[in-house]
């Protein structure tokens, strides 16, 4: 199975805090998704990118998230300013091909970020 | 995307067949049926998907009714590895404008594979 792969796999952070959770999607493929999960509840979509550029995002991701590619393989989703409610699991996840064409999906085993 | 609806447990016997149904009567022509399951706090894991066709994989049998209201997810022999929260569901897939990527996870089915 196609390996997508976060860093660091458990982050504790201070509140107001701003941490950066990495991603390393399968390779070549320009998409990739991020997804929380909150202690206990659903798996909830947070936003598509592609080819440097947001396609897709939900309600939740609002103006303190923010994604990035800073280099060729490595994406990055970056929380401005913590609140405690922004504990979770966050997952990214790519396509099951380079131009997907459909929803098939591979996760990362997810980084647990804690907020205190 | 239309809606399903699974129950939300089911306990199965180690060795045996796991049938997992999934309601969803609203799936419009060119909507795909996939199944996504999670274990225990991991990142969810593709299954496999349909569209009006029988599938099978290495995984799982997916088998869609005719009208394709609804759909069971075969596992021929589970194991105490497949204890998962199983998710149905249903998208429209960027091939048909729909969302890119955004897969909407219901509370799915708790399967409990027992020795």
């Known amino acids: 199975e196609p390996e997508v792969t976060q860093t660091p796999s458990h982050q504790v952070t201070q509140m107001g805090q701003e941490v950066i959770l990495r991603c390393v999607p399968i390779?070549?493929?320009?998409?990739f998704y991020w997804y929380r999960q909150i202690l206990g509840q659903k798996v909830e979509f947070l936003v598509s990118f592609y080819n440097n550029e947001i396609s897709e995002k939900s309600e939740i991701f609002d103006d303190q998230f923010s994604v990035e590619r800073p280099d060729g393989s490595n994406f990055t989703l970056k929380i401005r300013s913590t609140k405690l409610e922004d504990s979770a699991m966050y997952f990214c996840?790519?396509?099951?091909?380079?131009?997907?064409?459909?929803?098939?999906?591979?996760f990362g085993q997810g980084t647990r970020l804690t907020v205190v | 995307d239309a809606k399903t609806t699974q129950p939300t447990s089911m306990d199965c016997a180690e060795g045996r067949a796991a049938n997992l149904p999934c309601n969803h009567s609203t799936i419009s022509g060119n909507e795909y049926v996939y199944w996504y399951r999670q274990i225990h706090s991991q990142g969810p894991q593709y299954i496999i998907h349909?569209?009006?066709n029988n599938e099978t994989n290495e995984m799982a049998s997916l088998i869609i009714t005719e009208d394709r209201k609804s759909s069971t997810l075969i596992l021929p022999h589970a194991t105490l590895r497949d204890t998962a929260v199983y998710y149905c569901?249903?998208?429209?897939?960027?091939?048909?404008?729909?969302?890119?990527?955004?897969?909407?996870f219901g509370k799915g089915t708790k399967l409990s594979v027992k020795p």
């Open positions: 996840a790519s396509p099951g091909q380079e131009k997907p064409l459909n929803t098939e999906a591979f």
């Open positions: 349909g569209l009006k």
């Open positions: 390779s070549n493929h320009l998409y």
């Open positions: 569901i249903v998208s429209l897939g960027p091939s048909y404008g729909g969302s890119q990527g955004n897969l909407i």
